[in-house]
């Protein structure tokens, strides 16, 4: 798995070529963005995870045509709201339509119903996205550090160094460092500045 800080670029490269570690490592990095844009949705779980099959394999598919790495994760955005919004159409084609009903709507098939409730949360979704897409793409000991600093209950420095195998005085320069490259990820900098989403445990 990606435990070896292999940048995105190298594991792309190296799946390429078949290497199934490296495989294995992009999937890992790009699960949780994969279904945080997927459950926005709101798809049945069958079909999320025909939506996940879908893009994985179609990843696979264009892995060796992947010339800018670093773009990676919007593609998998893109591919992704593409496939959950066919799924949403060929619902719709599939609902039955009474024609005798005077009190049907007439609706283009093609049309996908707007849930209001989606809509009003577009931008705190949008934010979400592009916070993971930065998260992925840290070094492999800032994304461990950070998770673990965000554990439900929270847990204390000497624990974390003691998983990571890392000094407890390495802990907050480490973690200030990891949410200083989040902020400047060009998917996120500008967007969400000082009030970021990103929080982690205060120092302890």
């Known amino acids: 798995m990606d435990r070896d800080g292999s940048s995105v670029a190298d594991l792309v490269r190296r799946a390429a070529d078949g290497d199934q570690a490296a495989w294995d490592g992009l999937v890992e990095r790009f699960t949780p963005l994969v279904m945080s844009v997927a459950h926005r949705f709101r798809l049945a779980r069958a079909d999320v995870e025909d939506v996940v099959q879908t893009l994985w394999l179609r990843l696979v598919e264009h892995l060796a045509d992947i010339r800018e790495p670093q773009a990676l994760p919007g593609w998998i955005v893109t591919t992704v709201r593409h496939e959950c919004l066919r799924t949403l159409r060929l619902r719709r084609r599939s609902q039955p339509f009474d024609p005798l009903d005077a009190t049907a709507e007439r609706e283009d098939p093609d049309m996908v119903p707007v849930d209001t409730e989606v809509v009003d949360g577009l931008t705190e979704a ?39 195998g890392i000094p407890v005085g390495s802990i907050g320069p480490t973690r200030a460092r990891a949410l200083r490259r989040l902020r400047e990820h060009p998917a996120i900098a500008g967007v969400l500045g000082e009030s970021s989403d990103v929080r982690a445990a205060p120092s302890q």
Do not use: K, N
């Open 126 to 164: 949008s934010r979400h996205e592009l916070l993971l897409r930065a998260f992925a793409d840290l070094p492999s000991s800032h994304r461990d550090l950070l998770l673990l600093l965000m554990h439900d209950p929270p847990l204390s420095y000497v624990e974390i160094g003691r998983r990571l």
